[in-house]
């Protein structure tokens, strides 16, 4: 325990000020999400509509992460973190304001914009600061942070929802503004000093040199279908809860709830797991972690169909379905801070904002196709066929993730001149 604490201390100040950004930024947005495709289903005319508007943002995304990633490589991480947010808490407040499916869809693409501008610079930033053999308990530290916010938020949206959805709106864009204030004044530049060649060769190659990279395109490729897994669970899973087990919890959506057993066990448990994980294969680690997250995914799917048909009582239901979420949550704890430690090792120093900016697309494909995809399986009452899909899927993909371990080594060894 004193081991663990000193090495917490150890972390650098910028990585701290991001776990505190990243909790108060939790709370808020897990006071949202667990409501909003339900709130965006009594707005508009059907869930294909609710899968469209939930789409748009992850598309509108995949331009940011991009621009995003290039900016933070050429003029820092600082402004465009910066930046990111004030815009995005802006946009945020737009849903105050507005109240059709095209002004949904319109403010849903100005914050994937504007969201996807922060995330490649910050996870840059942190690679700056921490060495190589560090790097997966940081970013454990940081999913620490934000699953604080995802245990506190959705019961605290709860019990607010039912007053008022304004409060939870103008909290999420005062916490993007606060988060803003913090990073100007505490944080401090990172960005590498590069040498002219390499900053001719960044300036001038960046995306050649990714398209290149035939490890990172097969990471990318097989992380999409992680990611609609995801943006099911974090999404449009109350909707398959509510189509396949109305009947057992009425307008009481159990939800909320298993989101805050994902939060919890996060802040418990993630930076155990994150140490451990930290010198073993990081193939074999996003393994373990897929194959737990494909069969937590096959059970969310199946389980409430058939709770549902036999109208189970409530308390098992529930009792069934922590369980599963803690499987699931078991997989996602294990493969995350591992997938931003590969990208962070794998990507050249001078392109370390333009490599997180690409691993983001994977995130932003897989929220685009996600919701599209849910919106229309769930329309027809097919839920459990969406979820055995991305389930199978994921399996999968961790079989591809351990391939990646050999590949690795064949690329540094060529880099390096030696045989293998």
């Given amino acids: 325990m004193k081991k663990t604490f000193l090495e917490l201390k150890a972390m650098d100040r910028n990585v701290w000020i991001r776990f505190l950004g990243e909790t108060l930024n939790g709370i808020a947005f897990m006071m949202l999400m667990p409501f909003f495709a339900l709130y965006l289903k009594d707005k508009v005319d059907s869930l294909v509509q609710v899968g469209i508007v939930m789409a748009l943002s992850p598309i509108a995304a995949s331009i940011g992460s991009i ?17 990111s947010m004030v815009s995005n808490g802006i946009v945020m407040l737009g849903f105050l304001f507005f109240d059709s499916f095209m002004m949904y869809a319109v403010l849903s693409v100005l914050m994937g914009l504007c969201n996807s501008l922060f995330h490649p610079a910050a996870s840059a930033m942190v690679a700056d600061v921490t060495e190589p053999e560090k790097r997966t308990e940081a970013y454990g530290l940081l999913r620490m942070g934000h699953n604080i916010g995802a245990a506190i938020g959705p019961i605290l949206g709860a019990s607010i929802v039912v007053l008022s959805k304004d409060v939870i709106f103008i909290t999420a864009a005062a916490s993007l503004l606060f988060y803003a204030v913090l990073v100007a004044v505490f944080i401090r530049e990172t960005m590498p000093t590069q040498k002219e060649e390499e900053k001719t060769n960044s300036e001038k190659g960046a995306w050649k040199v990714i398209l290149a990279d035939r490890v990172l395109m097969i990471y990318l490729l097989a992380g999409i279908v992680i990611s609609m897994g995801f943006s099911q669970t974090e999404g449009m899973l109350p909707l398959h809860f509510d189509n396949e087990m109305k ?51 096959l059970a969310i799917g199946w389980l409430p169909k058939w709770f549902g048909a036999q109208g189970s009582e409530a308390w098992f239901v529930m009792s069934v ?40 697309l994977q995130w932003i494909c897989g929220g685009a196709l996600g919701p599209l995809l849910g919106g229309f399986l769930l329309d027809q009452l097919l839920g459990h066929v969406l979820f055995s899909l991305l389930g199978i899927g994921c399996l999968v993909a961790g079989i591809v993730y351990i391939s990646l371990d050999c590949m690795t080594e064949k690329k540094d060894a060529k880099q390096s001149g030696i045989s293998v």
């Fill in 247 to 297: 009947n057992i919890f009425g307008t009481n959506n159990p939800f909320p709830y298993l989101l805050a057993l994902n939060g919890t066990m996060v802040v418990l448990f993630q930076f155990p797991i994150s140490k451990w994980a930290s010198d073993k294969p990081v193939g074999r680690m996003m393994l373990y972690g897929a194959v737990l997250f494909g069969v937590g995914l």
């Fill in 321 to 360: 379905m922590f369980l599963v979420y803690a499987v699931y949550t078991l997989g996602e704890m294990v493969m995350s801070p591992v997938q931003m430690t590969f990208v962070a090792n794998l990507a050249p120093e001078e392109l370390r904002g333009t490599y997180m900016g690409a691993a983001s």
């Fill in 67 to 83: 621009i995003g990633g290039r900016i933070a490589d050429l003029y820092g991480r600082k402004p465009i973190m910066i930046f």
